[in-house]
């Protein structure tokens, strides 16, 4: 088995405008470093659309149609001062939100290890009545929500390194049981949320960092908050919100990350994978808006991916 790679030139046609840092740029970047002879055992699988049910396990159907309805036929439409769209859009999300749906069956059905989703736009901020963010479908939730009702999961797990807090995805889950959401963010920035007493029913871990923290903050996080949280729910499947936005060279935040603190986080995460759910996790991309941060990030975080080892 192997590590899969979804995407689909759709995603790489939704356009936010001139100078907007959710760029086309970002994704060919990611793309053309995992286009070199060290990846060359991804199998790459083009992302199906999400369906009308998929979406609507997540987003009310009002929020579904009025995100349609504003899709342009030339041009842009702002939904808000920084979540635009242009004719492509909606596709492009649907294509997003259809490969983490993808990607879930495919490693629940034994058929890779693992699978990242080099997608756009991205989804964490995206709630179940609201785009917001840069989101227009949260890829993450809807994905989990599919592990539960098409395969009859009971615990899936979805891990946030995003410079930013994942409103959306804690507002699908703080409620719900059998979800289980960890973020950890830079504190008191967009978008105002994620703080620590915000616990939905048990099952939301906010891990808000200070401006500046990097490897050392990262590791106690994982050690105090993340692992232990994750041994205490024993997912089923682990999901991960793949933003690369804490990077130190990245213009829209604060934090210094680098590419050895991602690689090291992932294979934490897999290692708690490995212990609990036969390593079965999906990732998927989130922010990161400096290109050659990004593009080194993103080839560390899968290089491990494809480094793991089968799970016994």
């Known amino acids: 088995m192997t590590t899969l790679l ?6 790489l046609e939704h356009d936010a405008g001139f100078g907007h ?31 009308l049910e998929q979406l609507t396990r997540i987003h009310s159907l009002k929020h579904v149609e009025r995100i349609f309805a504003r899709v342009p036929r030339h041009g842009h439409y ?37 699978a990242f989703c080099a997608i756009r736009p991205p989804g964490h901020h995206a709630e179940p009545h609201q785009a ?28 946030d390194f995003d410079v930013h807090h994942g409103n959306g995805t804690q507002a699908a889950f703080e409620t719900e049981q059998g979800y289980l959401y960890i973020s950890t963010h830079q504190a008191y920035i967009y978008p105002g949320t994620g703080r620590r007493e915000e616990r939905g029913i048990g099952n939301i871990v906010n891990v808000p960092l200070s401006a500046g923290a990097g490897s050392t903050e990262l590791r106690q996080a994982w050690i105090q908050d ?25 213009p829209l935040a ?8 991602y690689e090291w986080l992932t294979k934490g995460i897999l290692a708690v994978a490995k212990q609990y759910c036969q390593g079965r996790v999906v990732s998927m991309l ?23 080892p089968p799970a016994a």
């Not at 740029?25 to 659309?49: D, G, H, M």
């Not at 917001?132 to 891990?159: D, P, Q, S, T, W």
């Not at 604060?254 to 603190?261: A, V, Y």
Request: aromatic share 6%; net charge negative; with cysteine.
């Open 132 to 159: 917001m963010g840069f989101c227009l479908f949260n890829n993450a939730a809807i994905g989990a929500a599919h592990a539960r009702v098409v395969h009859g999961l009971e615990r899936i797990a979805v891990i």
């Open 286 to 308: 989130e922010g990161g808006y400096n290109l050659q941060a990004l593009a080194a990030s993103v080839a560390a975080h899968v290089q491990v991916l494809i480094d793991a």
């Open 21 to 51: 840092p959710e760029c086309p740029a970002r994704l060919t970047a990611i793309l053309n470093a995992l286009k070199t002879a060290s990846f060359v055992t991804l199998e790459w699988r083009e992302a199906p659309e999400a369906s």
């Open 226 to 250: 993340i692992e232990p949280a994750l041994h205490a729910f024993q997912p089923q499947l682990i999901l991960i919100s793949a933003g690369f936005d804490a990077h130190y060279l990245d």
């Open 78 to 114: 702002a939904i808000d001062g920084d979540t635009i769209i242009s004719p492509q859009s909606g596709e492009a999300a649907l294509r997003a939100a259809g490969a983490v749906c993808a990607a879930v069956d495919a490693v629940l059905k034994s058929e890779a290890n693992n």
């Open 6 to 11: 979804y995407t689909h030139p759709r995603c």
């Open 254 to 261: 604060g934090l210094s990350f680098c590419e050895e603190d």
